[in-house]
């Protein structure tokens, strides 16, 4: 119902940037939240930044001051520019977004099927 494809994920030296998007595209009513999330091997997926179809953004401790959320609503895409990279930045990253695909339907989450983001130290 609702499709997310990521792109921008590569190998980047520590220190360097990288800029991820997000498109979400099929039958959406409307969209409310969509995010980043990242799961690095061994470890839980976390969040990473959010951003509310207002434009609020939150952000993880670990990325504050370094990457930035940002949401283009007239093409249901989002951004995140990662500046700063670390190696412990390393993992899949997944976009998800909260959505209703039909008037009157409620909100269900959508997940893509993630880029990877490697740093390299």
């Known amino acids: 119902q609702v499709q997310l494809v990521e792109s921008g994920g590569g190998l980047v030296q520590a220190g360097g940037s990288l800029r991820l998007s997000c498109a979400a595209s099929?039958?959406?009513?409307?969209?409310?939240?969509m995010g980043w999330h990242r799961q690095a091997p061994g470890n839980q997926r976390e969040l990473v930044a959010a951003?509310?179809?207002?434009?609020?953004?939150n952000y993880a401790d670990s990325v504050k001051g370094r990457f930035t959320i940002s949401r283009d609503n007239a093409k249901n895409t989002i951004y995140l520019q990662m500046n700063s990279l670390k190696a412990e930045d390393t993992a899949v990253y997944y976009c998800k977004t909260n959505a209703v695909v039909g008037y009157g339907t409620p909100s269900s989450d959508y997940w893509g099927q993630g880029t990877q983001v490697t740093v390299s130290s």
């Open positions: 951003i509310t179809n207002a434009g609020t953004t």
């Open positions: 099929g039958r959406i009513f409307s969209i409310n939240t």
